[in-house]
Protein backbone atom coordinates (compact mmCIF):
# COMPACT_ATOMS: atom_id res chain seq x y z
CA UNK A 1 0.00 0.00 0.00
CA UNK A 2 2.66 2.48 -0.73
CA UNK A 3 -0.21 4.26 -4.01
CA UNK A 4 -1.61 5.96 -1.07
CA UNK A 5 1.33 7.12 0.36
CA UNK A 6 2.27 8.48 -3.21
CA UNK A 7 -0.67 9.96 -3.78
CA UNK A 8 -0.67 11.67 -0.36
CA UNK A 9 3.08 13.29 -0.81
CA UNK A 10 1.58 14.30 -4.36
CA UNK A 11 -1.28 16.04 -2.89
CA UNK A 12 0.52 17.54 -0.58
CA UNK A 13 3.51 18.94 -2.84
CA UNK A 14 0.38 19.52 -5.65
CA UNK A 15 -1.12 22.25 -2.78
CA UNK A 16 -2.86 20.78 -0.14
CA UNK A 17 -6.56 22.48 -1.68
CA UNK A 18 -6.97 19.23 -4.27
CA UNK A 19 -8.29 16.21 -2.19
CA UNK A 20 -10.41 14.57 -4.81
CA UNK A 21 -9.05 16.07 -7.60
CA UNK A 22 -5.88 14.44 -8.46
CA UNK A 23 -3.42 14.33 -11.53
Do not use: A, D, N
Request: aromatic share 4%; charged share 25%.
Amino acid sequence: MFKLKELVQMRRRGGGSTTTSGG
